[in-house]
């Protein structure tokens, strides 16, 4: 047993039933972007303050997404223009909970990052937006995006594992994303070896000065980090990514 595998073993399971009461599709985001190296140490300081989702003897999850966009990519140049009140649309399959959904992630002008989906019960992702789908979209979209809908094709395919943690006193999850992959609608594929993408996703802005303090010993600190645009941004060398240049360049170094 490896030290990552050592410290995900101790802490205690929740289901996913316990994990529906913290859904927090309303709320603020804090990104934390580190080597896989540091993740046992990482997980020192949360063991006891958090729980893990398990769901069939297993805590460790493989999760699909689609994004679509433009042709132009409208929502990508919306993020790398630091655009507030901005969209993320996406299919998401949940493989081991054997659940879909139509997601649509919008982050207000208060940096409030606000989640609305909708079930797919034939659980198909990989093709374009169905009527459903679109009329699901303009019900809640704001009616300057609304034309946008009938454009939007599926952009990006990403892949990846995440370890979710919750903690329920606080109405807190930590999520742990890795082996990220990315394939584009040209079947141009890129994989990023030991990245770890946590996300603290909370109620209030507060963080636990505790734990950052640990993270900071780490040398782990806040960051940015967007999984569409970095795959954009790897996969598409036309497309304008200086923003991105410091994430790009720091990638390259935990080959």
């Not at 972007?33 to 303050?49: E, I, M, S, T």
């Not at 630091?82 to 996406?90: A, D, E, F, T």
């Not at 992630?105 to 169905?130: A, C, M, P, V, Y």
């Not at 970095?230 to 036309?238: K, L, S, Y």
Request: hydrophobic content about 35%; overall charge positive; charged content about 35%.
């Amino acid at each position: 047993m490896n030290p990552e595998e050592d410290r995900l073993g101790r802490f205690h399971s929740l289901s996913l039933e316990e994990l529906d009461c913290v859904k927090l599709l309303k709320r603020f985001d804090t990104k934390f972007v580190f080597h896989r190296d540091k993740l046992p140490f990482v997980f020192d300081y949360l063991n006891g303050h958090y729980g893990i989702l398990e769901i069939n003897r297993n805590r460790v999850f493989k999760y699909e997404s689609l994004y679509y966009d433009t042709d132009d990519y409208f929502f990508y140049h919306q993020h790398h223009n630091k655009k507030l009140n901005r969209y993320k649309i996406r299919c998401r399959r949940y493989i081991e909970s054997d659940l879909c959904y139509f997601e649509m992630k919008f982050k207000n002008n208060k940096k409030k990052t606000i989640k609305k989906r909708l079930l797919l019960e034939d659980k198909l992702i990989g093709h374009e937006l169905s009527g459903k789908m679109i009329e699901f979209g303009k019900n809640w979209i704001l009616n300057d995006y609304k034309p946008i809908l009938d454009k939007i094709k599926p952009k990006l395919r990403i892949e990846f594992d995440r370890i979710t943690l919750a903690s329920q006193a606080s109405k807190e999850r930590l999520t742990f994303d890795l082996n990220l992959a990315f394939t584009d609608s040209k079947s141009k594929y890129y994989k990023i070896n030991n990245l770890i993408i946590a996300e603290l996703k909370s109620e209030t802005r507060s963080l636990n000065p505790e734990f950052l303090h640990h993270l900071k010993n780490l040398k782990i600190f806040p960051s940015t980090f967007s999984k569409y645009c970095i795959g954009i941004a790897t996969t598409d060398n036309q497309v304008k990514s200086n923003r991105f240049k410091k994430t790009l360049l720091k990638l390259k170094s935990f080959d």
